[in-house]
DNA sequence: ATTATTTTGTGATTATCATCACATAATTTA
DNA sequence: TAAATTATGTGATGATAATCACAAAATAAT
């Protein structure tokens, strides 16, 4: 544990932090496909990504899903935080995309390290600040592409995030994450495959551009 | 400006970081539509909001705008805040929707206030979260909801932060603020008024149903 | 090996929204 | 007051995406 936080973390926080948190920091490992925050939760601490990928999505009260993004290694869930901090809820699902490795860090500490360490009141503000783009991004895509562009943005995104240039997805789980119809997404991956920007198998999907 | 400070604050903030604000912060009057942060700003400060409301869009390279969401008294820019911090740019406009009044703090002090007051940290925090909300919730809309219910929720959302019921407002600006044509705007109100929700005006749509 | 299940492909139809073209009404300006 | 400008109303048409219905292919289960 302590191997990968110097690894990752030892450019963002002081070694004085990271000696407490390799302290206070409960180590998970997370089975792909498991679902490390749910909608409603009270969270207790927050998340340190050590390794893996997360997915983070929204959901109405008819089920209906929307990815927000997703969180990689470096990465912490800024929604998590505030609902630690305050006390709320927490109103969405994180769930991981594959195998992956988190440092839980209890709540206590979160406020008491703001007035230690500089490092903590930067990655705070620095995670809120990404996270607040990353939905202003979202946002673009909602508002200002079509299907066929955020599609193809999902893919590369994706496969940045997974550190793979194949998903391993059915066109079901693309459909669910953008919140549209799985004909609709077949229709549109064979025409992007057609455009060769990507290349389509069972359960797969190749992409050749990006 | 102690006095709607004290107003406004006095529940959030200490004493003693009261009159800290006091001295350094520069009062500033903004007239109605007059630009507060623009695309690409570098933000020396952040505005603590005093009166009037203020709103904030997102626009793409092609110049096409969307509405992220509105600030009211009490409220200030996470965006901003992450801007000062990190000296980067600001992805967002900030317009006075009518008079208001702002202070400004200067950047030098931000993280200060995060050692010495507790209050200040909770604020900080609860703003990013805020608007952490605020653009799930203009991202549900996106996802989630039709042009009708989209235009219904920008109505009676815009009519709670401007402190009115009516809006004096043209179609051609909902249309803007929405990311649409007025001509889609025009018919979806004119339906809205045959449902009895609302009332048109020229220049002006009274809502009668919240 | 046969059956069942999952995944993908595809035509047809409908609904929503975008866009064009132009009319009418209200208000401002000259 | 006449002309220009701004705001709104409305029919027609097209593009995109949603939905239904069903076929075919690949894989898993018995």
Chains 1, 2 share one sequence.
């Not at 997360?54 to 290694?73: A, C, P, S, T």
């Not at 990353?134 to 946002?139: F, Y």
């Not at 997974?162 to 669910?176: F, K, V």
Request: with cysteine; proline share 1%; glycine share 4%.
């Amino acid at each position: 544990m302590r191997e990968k936080l110097e690894k990752y973390y030892s450019f963002v926080f002081e070694k004085e932090l990271i000696d407490e948190i390799v302290q206070v920091g409960v180590y998970k490992k997370l089975r792909e496909n498991e679902i490390l925050v749910d909608l409603g939760d009270k969270m207790k601490g927050i998340p340190l990504l050590l390794e893996g990928a997360i997915k983070i999505v929204r959901e109405d009260k008819n089920g209906e899903e929307i990815l927000l993004y997703f969180l990689e290694r470096g990465d912490t869930c800024a929604s998590s935080f505030a609902s630690a901090i305050s006390n709320g809820k927490c109103g969405i699902r994180a769930t991981a995309e594959k195998e992956s490795e988190i440092i839980f860090l209890p709540k206590e500490k979160l406020d008491e390290w703001m007035l230690k360490y500089k490092s903590w009141r930067t990655f705070v503000i620095e995670s809120y600040n990404i996270r607040l783009n990353e939905m202003m991004e979202t946002i673009d895509s909602l508002a200002f592409m079509n299907m066929s562009e955020r599609l193809y943005k999902y893919l590369t995104d994706k496969a940045q995030i997974m550190r793979e240039t194949s998903l391993n997805t059915t066109h079901q789980d693309i459909a669910y994450d953008m919140h549209t119809s799985r004909v609709v997404i077949s229709r549109l991956l064979k025409q992007l495959e057609n455009e060769g920007k990507i290349k389509l198998h069972r359960n797969k999907i190749e992409i050749l551009e990006f």
